[in-house]
């Protein structure tokens, strides 16, 4: 009799808070999704890493994909591995460049490249380095030389499917500024629902470190109609932004970019977290990720 096929178990490991990261082909997409906890955290396309399935980073691929010269190296930080899915944007889009990534979770690098290994041009040349560590810990211990030179930094720090709270605050955010080129970037990932408190928050906290603010979004999610991704792109100087509504309006999920006089509306009356008030982003509806 021949013996029933038995299908291998998806890949994963157990993480420090005992919540389980796993490895799972995506079910809408050609590539793979990481889990963790339950919560899709990243996809990630080997065969085209420039595949950025989940909108929230195809709107920050966007903004990347303006910075300085298209298709020109850029020195790049990421608070927050995932899977790993910018850094492969940046080295397949921008090849050359120097990128940092922070993880928390060393059992999650290791499982990332074990069964999701980057590319062969990143490993050989060491362009992509991984640090593992509490994110702001690291920030205060990288190397001196890397202040003021960091073209992009992105912030995508999730404890399961929450921001921590002490990456939210003001004293956070200046750290990371200091890493920033006076033309650099800072994307920060925010997950938030109806009324927007926490995203109005983070954006008048952003904006008081980094001036220039832009907020991307799907329009009912800007409109804190239902929970979802608001990506915040903040710099010192103004930012390469005219092109963007075109380009965010044109895809299957119909997005905007709020600038100028709408941030401004976005964040009145919102105060600036500080350390002594921060809070984690609020926690999703259990029946969110169901798909």
């Not at 799972?24 to 085209?48: I, M, N, Y």
């Not at 890493?49 to 010269?69: C, K, N, S, W």
């Amino acid at each position: 009799m021949a013996r029933a096929h038995v299908e291998a178990p998806p890949p994963q490991v157990r993480l420090s808070d005992g919540s389980i990261a796993r490895i799972v082909p995506s079910a809408f997409a050609s590539g793979w999704e990481l889990e963790v906890g339950g919560t899709p955290q990243s996809h990630v396309d080997l065969a085209d890493p420039t595949h950025l399935h989940f909108e929230y980073v195809a709107r920050m691929g966007a903004v990347i994909d303006q910075l300085g010269v298209p298709g020109e190296p850029v020195t790049a930080i990421h608070l927050g591995a995932g899977a790993y899915t910018l850094p492969r944007y940046v080295e397949a889009t921008r090849p050359g460049s120097r990128q940092q990534v922070i993880e928390l979770e060393p059992a999650l690098v290791a499982l990332v490249r074990e069964h999701l290994p980057l590319p062969s041009s990143a490993r050989a040349g060491g362009s992509i380095r991984t640090r593992t560590g509490d994110a702001r810990a690291v920030l205060e211990r990288l190397p001196a030389g890397l202040r003021g030179q960091a073209d992009l930094m992105v912030s995508d720090i999730f404890h399961g499917a929450r921001t921590p709270a002490h990456v939210t605050s003001i004293e956070f955010y200046s750290l990371a500024a200091r890493y920033l080129s006076d033309t650099g970037v800072l994307l920060v990932n925010v997950a938030d629902g109806a009324g927007l408190a926490f995203a109005r928050r983070q954006a008048a906290t952003v904006r008081s470190e980094l001036p220039h603010v832009a907020l991307l979004a799907e329009v009912q999610v800007l409109k804190g109609r239902r929970f979802g991704n608001i990506v915040i792109a903040a710099s010192r100087n103004p930012l390469p932004t005219e092109w963007l509504p075109r380009l965010m309006a044109a895809g299957p999920h119909p997005a905007k970019v709020a600038q100028g006089a709408e941030v401004d509306a976005f964040i009145a009356g919102s105060r600036v977290v500080t350390d002594a008030d921060a809070a984690p982003s609020p926690a999703p509806s259990a029946t969110l990720f169901e798909r």
